[in-house]
């Protein structure tokens, strides 16, 4: 069966940096975009980044640009997400994601969190002022 892990949240400072990891089995890993999204206390979820089956970065949210950066290892079946400058405004719960179709079936990869079906149980990053 599908399983998305994510690993790697904790505390840090402003300005700090953290990468967190997603590790997915279950299904033919590089055969689908990925995404990670946030959530944060009272807020709607958000999409951050998502990525090509390829390692083509699609998107990135404007608040992240510049300050992460999405990657994924194929051979590893991981995602991360290198987050660097941080903010008191990342703190959230993150989640990984995976695309609901295989990147044959629709030739590119969307943004929109009901277009992922699998969800990691989540990892909390908290950025402290």
């Known amino acids: 069966r599908v399983q998305l892990v994510e690993s790697g949240g904790g505390s840090v400072q402003t300005g700090g940096s953290l990468r967190i990891s997603c590790a997915a089995s279950?299904?033919?890993?590089?055969?689908?975009?990925m995404a990670w999204f946030r959530q944060a206390p009272g807020k709607e979820r958000e999409e951050v980044a998502v990525?090509?089956?390829?390692?083509?970065?699609?998107y990135y949210a404007d608040s992240v640009e510049d300050r992460f950066t999405i990657s994924r290892d194929n051979a590893k079946n991981t995602l991360y997400l290198q987050m660097n400058s941080l903010k008191p405004e990342d703190s959230a719960v993150y989640s990984c994601?995976?695309?609901?179709?295989?990147?044959?079936?629709?030739?590119?990869?969307?943004?929109?969190?009901?277009?992922?079906?699998?969800w990691g149980q989540g990892t909390q990053v908290t950025v402290s002022s």
């Open positions: 990525i090509g089956p390829g390692g083509r970065v699609e």
């Open positions: 279950g299904y033919t890993y590089s055969s689908y975009c």
């Open positions: 994601a995976r695309d609901r179709l295989q990147f044959w079936q629709r030739g590119r990869c969307l943004r929109s969190a009901p277009e992922y079906n699998y």
